[in-house]
């Protein structure tokens, strides 16, 4: 038998070329590229040789008997939010975050819950050792969780102990990138190991109905490492963010067989591992001044994550820049839709903004993905540039189009409920849907345009100097 032809394959997109290159031609990447052996065996482990003939696809309608299963529930509220009401007995849940943020934390916390339960919960991780699993459970105050702890990199080995006939309910999996699968020759962590491994462990999940839940490193542009397949092979892709400098953690489900996405969850950093904060809709504005006035250059957000509303402090800061090319830096924001709101309020509103150095910065590490905070970062740049603070208790949301006009956006009443809520009295928000629709103690201006803010700005602006 000839020997299987080496592939060579891109390390960040999984694109498999005939010979090896500096560059990707599928995604672009350089220096991707890595020789790997061609599978000896069929992926993930599928038996060889299955028969061709034999009883053939028996189809089922829609409204078989298919007992509803029950979820396996944590008691971490945050959790199960984030999973859509728990864990499925079966299904496959991936974690990504950068290092350090706390991936094995929060899955050694969850790992322990389960236990107390009394589901039986397997704990395996391929970075550390017993010791320091057992050093971290003394710290999160659960040592008396009865959780299978191993550490071990070998699929092989793991399968065999999960392969029996009463498999645990859950296992945890520390992480993807450290396994290996014997029967493929490249190192763990490219992109064939990932994906074997993962098939591996994801198949025997669904045979034999644990819940597997997998924790899997970002690269540097903060994607899950390895080929983007891995998020389609899961049921469940979470990624945990935040700033390292921060304390606040958000749990955000990007895709989710069995619940809704862009849910979060929102846990607290402590020394006693993370704590849920079970109410997190003013966790991210920052203190402020007495009579609830702004520092101009803030604005807050009246956003929805998931389905919760959170208000959001949204700083910019406009100055004279010393550079050729004037900087332009955002933590928590897109940097493209910072340049489109830039851009919107050049040429639509006669800003000038050339020349000038931009930062703008979501307050508490949180990242906002929502286009409902164009007209939140609009108002907070434009209170920069004119040095004339956003009126007090005030919330904005609303997007901006191109040719700057602002449009509705989703749940408005539910965002303005939340203002309402927390002491907030007025909005500027686009056009309301419906007609008619007043949220109680909530005083909210129509923004048609941009320019119309502009001009609201202008106005207090020249009321101040005026007077
Ligand atoms: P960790 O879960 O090891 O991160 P990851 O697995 O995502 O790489 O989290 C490590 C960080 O969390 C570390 O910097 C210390 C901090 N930490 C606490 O602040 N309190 C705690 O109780 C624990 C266990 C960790
Ligand atoms: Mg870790």
């Not at 094995?104 to 389960?114: C, E, F, I, N, Y």
């Not at 990199?153 to 999996?173: K, S």
């Not at 809709?281 to 929805?304: E, H, M, P, R």
């Not at 703008?360 to 409902?372: C, D, H, Q, S, Y």
């Amino acid at each position: 038998m000839a020997l299987p032809a080496p592939r060579h394959v891109c390390q960040e997109c999984g694109a498999v070329h005939r010979k090896w290159a500096g560059k990707c031609d599928a995604c672009g990447a350089w220096n991707a590229i890595v020789e790997e052996a061609a599978r000896a065996k069929a992926p993930g482990g599928l038996k060889p040789g299955r028969k061709t003939r034999g009883p053939s696809l028996a189809f089922e309608g829609l409204q078989g008997a298919s007992a509803d299963v029950a979820r396996l529930q944590t008691g971490i509220a945050e959790f199960d939010r984030v999973t859509g009401g728990g864990l499925v007995p079966g299904s496959a849940i991936l974690v990504g975050g950068d290092p350090g943020i706390g991936k094995s934390t929060v899955l050694l916390q969850v790992a322990g819950a389960l236990a107390k339960r009394g589901i039986a919960t397997a704990y395996i991780s391929g970075e550390e050792a017993i010791d320091q699993i057992r050093m971290r459970a003394r710290r999160l105050r659960i040592l008396d969780a009865p959780i299978m702890l191993a550490a071990a990199t070998d699929v092989g080995e793991i399968a065999g102990a999960l392969d029996v006939h009463e498999p645990p309910g859950a296992v945890v999996v520390d992480s993807i990138q450290t396994l290996h699968v014997d029967s493929l020759e490249s190192a763990p962590g490219t992109v064939s190991q990932v994906r074997g491994s993962a098939q591996e462990l994801i198949r025997l999940a669904k045979a034999r109905g644990f819940c597997l839940l997998l924790v899997g490193h970002v690269t540097k542009e903060g994607l899950i490492a390895g080929p983007k397949v891995l998020e389609h092979m899961v049921d469940t892709v979470l990624y945990f963010e935040g700033e390292r400098g921060h304390q606040f953690r958000i749990l955000r489900a990007v895709k989710n067989r069995f619940g809704p996405s862009d849910e979060i969850g929102v846990f607290e950093m402590t020394d006693g591992g993370l704590m849920e904060v079970p109410n997190p809709s003013a966790l991210f504005l920052s203190d402020k001044q007495d009579d609830g006035s702004l520092v101009s250059g803030a604005a807050v957000f009246a956003g929805i994550e998931g389905t919760r509303p959170l208000l959001v402090e949204i700083q910019a800061l406009v100055g004279p820049s010393a550079f050729s090319t004037p900087r332009r830096a955002v933590v928590g924001w897109d940097s493209a839709r910072l340049a489109m709101v830039l851009a919107v309020l050049e040429a639509r509103c006669g800003l000038s903004l050339a020349g000038r150095d931009v930062y703008l910065n979501v307050a508490g590490g949180l990242r906002v993905a929502e286009p409902a905070a164009d007209l939140a970062v609009a108002a907070a740049l434009i209170s920069s540039v004119l040095d004339q603070p956003v009126t007090e208790h005030t919330v904005v949301f609303g997007e901006i189009g191109l040719g700057g006009e602002v449009r509705a956006v989703g749940q408005q009443e539910t965002r303005l409920k939340e203002a309402a809520k927390l002491g907030f009295i007025r909005a500027l928000a686009p056009k309301q849907r419906k007609d008619g629709m007043r949220v109680a103690g909530i005083e909210a201006r129509e923004i048609k345009r941009l320019a119309d803010l502009v001009a609201l700005f202008e106005n207090a602006a020249g009321r101040k100097r005026g007077s």
